[in-house]
Nanobody, 117 residues
Framework: HEQLVESGGGLVQPGGSLRLSCAAS????????MGWYRQAPGKQRELVAR???????LYGDSVRGRFAISMDDTEPTVHLQMSNLKSEDTAVYYC???????????WGQGTQVTVSS
């Protein structure tokens, strides 16, 4: 079970930017994809973005064009650059990692993002 450590959450004003990072232990060759989900109070968890180690990205409809996901070349670390943030982006953001083998998905502990004036 890999440990995922998230950083970068916080409070930002509408229209502002934040960058989340998630670092996993182990070798990047063990991973097939990393990404982010989020969950707002009273709502279901939703996909924010996903990036495979082969470079294919996928974004949720509500963030496409505003958020960008990237991954370090040699380390299993994924970043989420969030721009033009809106109040509806307020949520706990969870990092996850999928593996090349049949190992279960690993999750981070979550980091709070609050968009408010």
């Amino acid at each position: 079970h890999e440990q995922l450590v998230e950083s970068g959450g916080g409070l930002v004003q509408p229209g502002g930017s934040l960058r989340l990072s998630c670092a996993a232990s182990g070798s990047i060759v063990s991973f097939s994809a990393m990404g982010w989900y989020r969950q707002a109070p009273g709502k279901q968890r939703e996909l924010v973005a996903r990036l495979t180690t082969g470079g294919k990205s996928l974004y949720g409809d509500s963030v496409r064009g505003r958020f960008a996901i990237s991954m370090d070349d040699t380390e299993p670390t994924v970043h989420l650059q969030m721009s033009n943030l809106k109040s509806e982006d307020t949520a706990v953001y969870y990092c996850y990692a999928d593996f090349s083998s049949n190992r279960l998905r690993s999750w981070g502990q979550g980091t709070q993002v609050t968009v408010s004036s």
